[in-house]
């Protein structure tokens, strides 16, 4: 299982990214864009993700994922139960959303965690 603290340890020692406290919701940026939130009580993790492939996304494993509320469905948006998860695929998420608001440059050189299935343990 996912914690806040681990996706904490990985936000805080990627290049550019910082934690910020928004009406009492962690979340993470890099200048002012967000790309990673928590909910109030940190049980589900929004990221940045492509918008025409979320919904491939969530119907892997909609107990895991879901898209975000209607309001939201504009962004490149979705969300995760972080107890669904485990640590290697939270981070996989994270480094992948992180990629997709830093300059190219920056993201090409950092090291791509190892390509896994999203979806249920087999």
């Known amino acids: 299982m996912a914690t ?5 340890a990985l936000g805080q020692g ?11 919701r962690l979340k993470f ?12 009580d940190e049980q589900v993790m929004g990221f940045a ?12 494993d909609p107990r895991t994922f879901e898209l975000p509320s209607e309001s939201d469905l504009r962004f490149h948006w979705v969300h995760a139960r972080l107890a669904a ?4 695929e939270a981070r996989e998420l994270v480094v992948d ?19 896994r299935p ?5």
Do not use: C, N
């Open 4 to 8: 806040v603290d681990d996706v904490r």
């Open 14 to 24: 990627l290049e550019r990214s910082y934690p910020v406290r928004v009406r009492g």
């Open 29 to 40: 940026r890099v200048g002012q864009l967000v790309y990673v939130a928590f909910s109030l």
């Open 49 to 60: 993700y492509p918008r025409d492939e979320r919904a491939a996304l969530v119907a892997t």
């Open 85 to 88: 998860l485990d640590p290697d």
């Open 97 to 115: 959303a992180w990629r997709m608001v830093v300059p190219k440059k920056l993201s090409r050189a950092y090291p791509r965690p190892s390509p």
């Open 118 to 122: 999203h979806g249920p343990p087999a």
